[in-house]
C-alpha cells in the first residue's frame, strides 16, 4: 500500500510545517506510521514513527525535540508537525506503514520541504 504524503513546502529557518500522510482505501489506525527524509545522493533516513500497538512514538536524534508525529483516526490521517526548522531539514519526506525503510515494499508520493531564508 502507498501512503501520499502532503504539506510541504519552503519555510524560512526556524519555522514551521506540518506535514499529513493519507491513503485512499486503507485504514491506517491499526499500523505502524513512519516518516522518512530522503536528500539525493544520499540513503532514506527514518525520523519517526508511531507505533500501532501501544500509541509509542520514536524520534531520531535529529530531529527529536522539534518534530512531533500524532494521528487522527477520525480522518485518518497521521500528521508530522516540524517546528524550528533548519537548513538541514530539507529533503523529500515520504510516510510508509513501516518504521524502517528497508520494511517498505513501495513508495508513495513525497512532498518537498525547503528550509532557506
Known amino acids: 500500500v502507498q501512503l501520499q504524503a502532503f504539506g510541504g513546502g519552503l519555510v524560512q529557518p526556524g519555522g514551521s510545517l506540518r506535514l499529513s500522510c493519507a491513503a485512499s482505501g486503507f485504514n491506517l489506525d491499526g499500523y505502524a506510521i513512519g516518516w522518512f527524509r530522503q536528500v539525493p545522493g544520499k540513503e532514506r533516513e527514518g525520523i519517526s514513527c508511531?507505533?500501532?500497538?501501544?500509541?509509542?512514538?520514536y524520534y531520531a536524534d535529529s530531529v527529536k525535540g522539534r518534530f512531533t508525529i500524532s494521528r487522527d483516526n477520525a480522518k485518518n490521517t497521521v500528521y508530522l508537525q516540524m517546528n524550528r526548522l533548519k537548513p538541514d531539514d530539507t529533503a523529500v519526506y515520504y510516510c510508509?506503514?513501516?518504521?524502517?525503510?528497508?520494511?517498505?515494499?513501495?513508495w508513495g508520493q513525497g512532498t518537498l520541504v525547503t528550509v532557506s531564508s
Open positions: 510508509a506503514a513501516a518504521c524502517i525503510a528497508t520494511m517498505v515494499g513501495s
Open positions: 508511531s507505533s500501532s500497538t501501544d500509541g509509542r512514538t
